[in-house]
């Protein structure tokens, strides 16, 4: 039975299939599904798969690829990925068009304010229109991280700003265009990236600011945007508020997040394979879900790690279940004039052509 859309069409999202899904998210291996991960999504049924570069080709390939993960899991699943623009994207020329890294609408905001808010709002509809073209609903996008001065390259010109309020009027924009387009965002990485010092692909960040100082700062963007559908988690350590445990595995920051920032959305964790996690695949987890994630997150798509998590990953009920639903439910459906919003877009680049970080701008278009 295939149940994902001919290409082109855009189905409505539907909820949580009836029974069976499990709270986790997937990656796979290459272009095209294989004999395993096909069987694997038809047993294991994740709620959701992810995309990487080496998932990606050109949109008929993606678009066939989506068709295969739905059939195989019986749903119109979310299928993920990571488009912020900039450094952060795997959708590319030729076939996609370039978009710049967001510090260049933290920059057009404070020269001209609402000329950021604009440019990033009509660069996530036609993001948005690039993914659900090839069947892609989930983005996880925005980062409201703060661009803070030493802060790792890891971030970098991934953020916005480093004003909070800047952070959280542009990462609304963006936000509400994506649920308007059809895309379910993501906010990340809850509660606060901006400070570390250390990459969490490679080692575990600790941040030592105390908790007045991110409560007046890193975690203002995330309470601004609490009513977000998704949010990620960092892999980083707050030592004011729990010194021994990352923020996916720490069910005091946890707590933060659903009490003091206030998000009740639902909350995946960032990659399990990451280098700042310690322990087992399974040990991860089953920590994180313990500790009040909604979703486990593993996206390297190697075959050992997929078969351990799968009897570690219960099944997708209760609150976990209904947040999940929600995040796909209030979706809109918005058609857009591309060739308008384009020639808009190239205009306000054109206006304010340096980027605040003194970084190259990347040019908007399908130059490779």
Known sequence: MTVSPLPGERPPHSGLPSSGTRAFICGLEGLITTDFERAYLRETKPWGVILFGRNIDNPDQVRRLAADVREALQWHAPILIDQEGGRVQRLKPPHWDRYPAVSRFGAMELAEP???VEAAQIATWLIADDLLDVGINVNCAPVLDLRVAGGTDAIGNRAFHGDPKTVSRLGRATMNAYIEAGVAPVIKHIPGHGRAVVDSHVGLP???????????????????????????????????????????????????????????????????????????????????????????????????????????????????????????????????????????????????????????????????
Do not use: K, Y
């Not at 990659?271 to 313990?290: H, I, K, N």
């Not at 979703?295 to 050992?304: K, T, V």
């Not at 998590?309 to 058609?335: M, W, Y």
């Open 114 to 116: 609402g000329a950021g």
């Open 206 to 368: 600790r941040i030592t600011a105390d908790r007045e100082t991110l409560e007046r700062t890193d975690f203002l963007p995330f309470q601004a945007l609490r009513d977000a559908p998704l949010a990620m988690t960092g892999h980083l350590i707050f030592e004011a508020i729990d010194p021994d445990n990352p923020v996916t595995l720490s069910p005091a920051m946890i707590g933060i997040i659903r009490e003091q920032i206030g998000f009740d959305g639902a909350l995946m964790t960032d990659d399990l394979s990451m280098g700042a996690l310690s322990g087992s695949m399974v040990e991860r987890a089953t920590r994180s879900l313990s500790a009040g994630c909604d979703l486990a997150l593993h996206c390297n798509g190697m075959r050992g790690e997929m078969e351990a998590i799968r009897d570690a990953v219960p099944l997708l009920e209760g609150r976990s279940a209904e947040r999940c639903v929600a995040a796909l439910a209030r979706l809109g459906h918005q058609t857009l004039d591309r060739a308008t919003l384009t020639d808009r877009l190239e205009t306000l680049f054109a206006s304010f052509a340096v980027d605040e970080v003194g970084q190259d701008p990347t040019v908007f278009g399908r130059q490779t």
